[in-house]
């Protein structure tokens, strides 16, 4: 779409404009981020703080949220843990899959090892090595607040 009518003078007009904006933002920016930097520095501290007089509840949480990832975005541990075992993508030459692979020889449909060749190469498999991901997830959390809930009440 061609600029038609649009001067030299214009178009440095417009820049100038588009500057002072961006610096009045940054100035909001300082101005209303140094309170909520400082809350959570003071946050951090006395969560901190809580966890050294708290160890095993704190690990307990550690442990809950973690598994609480897990189940929400199982991908953040299986492409990691596939590309690991060298599958993600083709697999590659000399990885933990191709040496397990090379001592079996055939692979059968529907086996683990068809399942995580299926997950590297993004297909179906990929849902149930997530799912599986998502069932440990699953157990972390629970399994986290149980061990609390007994711990706060005994």
Wanted: charged share 5%; proline share 5%.
């Amino acid at each position: 779409m061609p600029l038609t009518g649009l001067t030299p003078e214009g178009f440095l007009a417009g820049g100038t404009r588009m500057m002072q904006a961006g610096l009045e933002g940054a100035k909001v920016v300082a101005t209303y981020s140094k309170p909520a930097l400082e809350k959570a520095a003071n946050l951090t501290a006395e969560a901190f703080a809580w966890s050294v007089q708290n160890p095993t509840p704190a690990a307990w949480a550690g442990l809950g949220i973690t598994g609480a990832f897990i189940l929400a975005a199982p991908g953040l541990v299986t492409a990691p843990a596939l590309s690991i075992i060298g599958v993600l993508g083709n697999i590659k030459a000399a990885s933990v899959f191709a040496v397990a692979r090379s001592s079996i020889g055939n692979i059968v449909a529907g086996s683990p090892m068809a399942i995580v060749q299926s997950a590297g190469a993004g297909g179906s498999g990929l849902a149930v090595v997530n799912g599986v991901a998502q069932l440990g997830g699953a157990a972390m959390a629970a399994g986290s607040a149980t061990l609390a809930w007994f711990h706060a009440t005994l």
